[in-house]
């Protein structure tokens, strides 16, 4: 069984931090390109972030860029999202997500986890 489990969501106010983690069973993570995708209500899911599997090149949204760091750690066949400065715009649910290549567009992706909540509010 192949199995993506996100973890670390929950309620900050502006300005603060979260990570997320994106933790796999059943194959290595290091095989594939890892994304990190966001859905808020009434609006459709967009990427946020993603590395490659081969030369670990990252990609990061417009919207996140500066804000956001995603890295791997193949000791613990897991993913993370260090998230900053965090606005009330990032307000959503956060999943994680294995495919081929490193991409932002969702279409590419094999394996979603279930999601994680991120609200942002004072």
């Known amino acids: 069984q192949l199995q993506l489990v996100e973890s670390g969501g929950g309620l900050v106010q502006p300005g603060g931090s979260l990570r997320l983690s994106c933790a796999a069973s059943?194959?290595?993570?290091?095989?594939?390109?890892i994304g990190w995708f966001r859905q808020a209500p009434g609006k459709e899911r967009e990427g946020v972030s993603c590395?490659?599997?081969?030369?670990?090149?990252?990609t990061y949204a417009d919207s996140v860029k500066g804000r956001f760091t995603i890295s791997r750690d193949n000791a613990k066949n897991t993913v993370y999202l260090q998230m900053n400065s965090l606005k009330p715009e990032d307000t959503a649910v956060y999943y994680c997500?294995?495919?081929?290549?490193?991409?932002?567009?969702?279409?590419?992706?094999?394996?979603w986890g279930q999601g994680t909540q991120v609200t942002v509010s004072s």
């Open positions: 997500a294995a495919g081929p290549y490193g991409s932002l567009r969702t279409q590419l992706y094999i394996y």
């Open positions: 059943g194959f290595t993570l290091d095989s594939y390109a």
């Open positions: 590395i490659s599997s081969s030369s670990g090149i990252t």
